[in-house]
């Protein structure tokens, strides 16, 4: 059988973020597994912070991966966003009406059902306040209901692009400072809230452990997002 052909989606223009899910995910693929990257188009939102930009670029990035055909190409979609994006609707919809059984999934759907089967309470590590409610929303929209092993939302006052491109050792510091915080509401397992974030699972252990906290399981939506896709998409084709 062919090897799997999985396109992982920045849904924003800023190539910085696709070029670091690209360093953290490469040497993760799974076996027989090839991944691609596509980043949003030029004019699309460089970053993702409320309803409006995520419509916008869910909007920008279906009418290009139609018009390069790239759902006929690749066997599964990683929406790399940390949000209920509208891309992922819109690729299940589409994909639906041609009657193809390739998933597309999101990094925010992946992250929580990891954490899920590793720890006892979760949270999530964000950026800027203007998204936590939309995470808090989606969350019970995932979950069902509210759950007792959602302890919330801790937001770093980052913006996403700045994850990538800002003063790292500010960065360094205030995503300690906001794991401690998440630590603290009782989280065993600490969920990396923004793709901007990937790589950075040892600098929240780290800033839990400093604080005298213990030990704390950190997810990366991304990396857990390529091996459910990767296990989803393999099982459409048998």
Same mark, same amino acid.
């Given at each position: 059988?062919?090897?799997?052909?999985? +396109?992982?989606?920045?849904?924003?223009?800023?190539?910085?973020?696709?070029?670091g899910?690209?360093?953290?995910?490469?040497?993760?693929t799974?076996?027989?597994?090839? +991944?691609?990257?596509?980043?949003?188009?030029?004019?699309?939102?460089?970053?993702?912070?409320? #309803?409006?930009? $995520?419509?916008?670029?869910?909007?920008?990035?279906?009418?290009? !991966? !139609?018009?390069?055909?790239?759902?006929?190409?690749?066997?599964?979609?990683?929406?790399?966003?940390?949000?209920?994006?509208p891309? @992922?609707?819109?690729l299940?919809?589409?994909l639906?009406?041609?009657?193809?059984?390739?998933?597309? @999934?999101? #990094?925010?759907? $992946?992250?929580v059902?990891?954490?899920? +089967?590793?720890?006892?309470?979760?949270?999530? &590590?964000?950026?800027?306040?203007? @998204?936590?409610?939309?995470?808090? $929303?989606?969350?019970?929209?995932?979950?069902?209901a509210?759950?007792?092993?959602?302890?919330?939302?801790?937001?770093?006052?980052? *913006?996403v692009?700045?994850?990538?491109? *800002?003063?790292?050792?500010?960065?360094?510091t205030? =995503?300690?400072?906001t794991?401690?915080?998440?630590?603290?509401?009782?989280?065993?397992? @600490? #969920?990396?809230?923004?793709? *901007? =974030?990937a *790589? =950075?699972?040892?600098?929240?252990?780290?800033?839990?452990?400093?604080?005298?906290?213990?030990?704390?399981? &950190?997810?990366?939506?991304?990396?857990?997002?390529?091996?459910?896709?990767?296990?989803?998409?393999? !099982?459409?084709?048998?």
């Amino acid at each position: 059988m062919a090897d799997l052909k999985l +396109l992982v989606i920045n849904p924003n223009s800023s190539q910085s973020i696709t070029d670091g899910l690209k360093e953290s995910l490469d040497p993760l693929t799974p076996p027989k597994t090839r +991944l691609s990257y596509f980043t949003a188009p030029s004019h699309a939102p460089a970053a993702i912070s409320n #309803i409006i930009t $995520a419509n916008q670029t869910a909007t920008y990035c279906y009418e290009e !991966l !139609l018009k390069t055909k790239a759902i006929e190409e690749f066997d599964g979609f990683l929406i790399c966003c940390f949000s209920d994006h509208p891309l @992922i609707h819109m690729l299940r919809e589409y994909l639906t009406e041609i009657q193809s059984s390739k998933p597309a @999934i999101g #990094i925010f759907e $992946a992250g929580v059902a990891h954490a899920m +089967l590793i720890g006892k309470r979760f949270g999530v &590590v964000s950026t800027g306040s203007g @998204i936590k409610n939309t995470l808090i $929303a989606g969350m019970r929209s995932f979950l069902g209901a509210n759950s007792e092993r959602f302890a919330g939302v801790v937001t770093s006052g980052l *913006g996403v692009v700045e994850l990538r491109e *800002g003063d790292q050792s500010h960065i360094e510091t205030r =995503m300690r400072e906001t794991s401690v915080k998440m630590a603290v509401m009782g989280a065993d397992v @600490i #969920i990396l809230g923004c793709a *901007g =974030m990937a *790589g =950075m699972e040892e600098l929240v252990k780290g800033g839990v452990r400093d604080a005298g906290l213990g030990e704390v399981k &950190v997810v990366d939506g991304a990396k857990a997002g390529v091996e459910i896709l990767a296990g989803i998409a393999r !099982l459409a084709r048998e």
